[in-house]
């Protein structure tokens, strides 16, 4: 007697075939957003050191330096809210000789970064 249909052993394997197909495209998936999450970061980054860069070429001197006068902002293409702050690290007497600049912005996926360095007062 011949029966029409699909055996069970077909089935089975075509339920593997099925869940090992959705299995490699889920991780593919998942490599694409890891790797958009991480040039995003990589950008972030270069332009923290970019800005960080600015500041310490504009505080070469040591009147730039007291001035305390953190250079302007300006984000790359899908960032915003850019913000520098200033804060004495260490004084001796009343000179500041250790200043920490941080600057935060949010980045394209409403992501908050925050970064900061130290710069230390230039040589007379």
């Known amino acids: 007697m011949h029966r029409s249909g699909f055996s069970f052993i077909e089935v089975m394997v075509a339920l593997a075939i099925l869940s090992l197909t959705i299995v490699i495209l889920s991780y593919f998936g998942s490599s694409f957003t890891l790797t958009r999450n991480a040039q995003i970061d990589t950008q972030a980054q270069a332009f923290a050191r970019s800005y960080f860069d600015n500041v310490r070429a504009s505080w070469t001197t040591r009147a730039a330096y007291n001035a305390a006068v953190a250079p302007s902002v300006t984000p790359p293409s899908g960032f915003s809210n ?29 992501r908050t970064y925050r970064f900061a360095t130290e710069v230390v007062l230039p040589p007379q």
Do not use: A
């Open 82 to 110: 850019p913000t520098p702050t200033l804060t004495t690290v260490q004084t001796v007497g009343t000179q500041v000789v250790v200043r920490r600049i941080t600057i935060q912005f949010t980045g394209p996926q409403n």
